[in-house]
């Protein structure tokens, strides 16, 4: 799993690049590269599915997720968030 999260944080600034070309191809006005990259909803995080986690955490190595006692799962900070899930104080600071 960590191997796939290092893939993921490599391709972000390739797709920033992405944008920026596109961007300046079209004379349209689009979101501008620090606005996707600022966003950060789709930035992938680690929850517990036990009944009683609250958290998300930004790394799946985070000592807190060692006491999981269901699956560890990958989901977007926007759909943790939006399932009530708060920071980790260990893996956020």
Same mark, same amino acid.
């Given at each position: 799993?960590?191997?796939?999260?290092?893939?993921?944080?490599? $391709?972000?600034?390739?797709?920033?690049?992405?944008?920026?070309?596109?961007?300046?191809?079209?004379?349209?006005?689009?979101?501008?590269?620090?606005?996707?990259?600022?966003?950060?909803?789709?930035?992938?995080?680690?929850?517990?599915?036990?009944?009683?986690?609250?958290?998300?955490?930004?790394?799946?190595?985070?000592?807190?997720?060692?006491? $999981?006692?269901?699956?560890?799962?990958?989901?977007?900070?926007?759909?943790?968030?939006?399932?009530?899930?708060?920071?980790?104080?260990?893996?956020?600071?």
């Amino acid at each position: 799993m960590q191997k796939i999260s290092s893939m993921k944080k490599l $391709c972000l600034p390739l797709f920033a690049a992405a944008v920026c070309l596109l961007a300046s191809c079209d004379s349209a006005p689009t979101a501008s590269v620090s606005d996707i990259v600022a966003d950060g909803d789709a930035t992938p995080v680690y929850i517990c599915t036990g009944g009683s986690s609250e958290k998300y955490h930004t790394t799946d190595t985070c000592s807190a997720l060692a006491s $999981c006692s269901k699956a560890v799962r990958e989901v977007t900070l926007a759909d943790a968030q939006s399932k009530g899930r708060t920071p980790c104080k260990r893996c956020n600071k």
